[in-house]
């Protein structure tokens, strides 16, 4: 039995229960251990979602990070960023949903331990939105709430989208970026964002 054995159980109970109907107890089942040996891999249940937020943030950062890296314009770079958070979010669903559904139940110390990798992915999607305005792609007066609002957008996926739903995670993030580009994209460019 490893952490990350643990992790995931609690990962997949937490999107299934949420945190507040899950017990210690509950996860020990899942890993087959008793709930005092469950103790001697973690603290407290607080202590695995502070790092499931944690892993999450640093799967979802890594992969849309890796996506904006590329050359190319950008809304090139918005298109693949949409579309390897997306990715990521189904790939990861469980992970995923306790990310963005449980992170309110973290206790202040963890929560303000956290918060910095929560501003820096945020920061990413800022930064590629400004850049667009800065090469005057864009038009946008305020980046920091165009971001907000994609990464709104893009989060709430997690409560309606299913593997064997009509549409797949790429071609969802293909309709949401033509959406956000129409937006962004100032009069002059927007002839070109299809």
Known sequence: MTRNDILDAAAQIFSQKGYHGTSMQDIAIAVNLQKASLYHHVTSKQEILFDLLNRGLDILTRHVEEAINEPGLPDERLRRATCAYLETLTE?????????????????DYHARHIPKRDHFEQIWRDLIQQGVEDGTYNCDHPSLSARAILGVLNWTVTWFRIDGPMTAKE??????ELFLMGLTTRENNSKVT
Do not use: F, G, K, T
């Open 92 to 108: 990861y669903q469980d992970l995923a949903a306790v990310l963005l559904l449980e992170y309110r139940s973290l206790e202040p």
């Open 172 to 177: 969802i993030a293909e309709q949401l970026s």
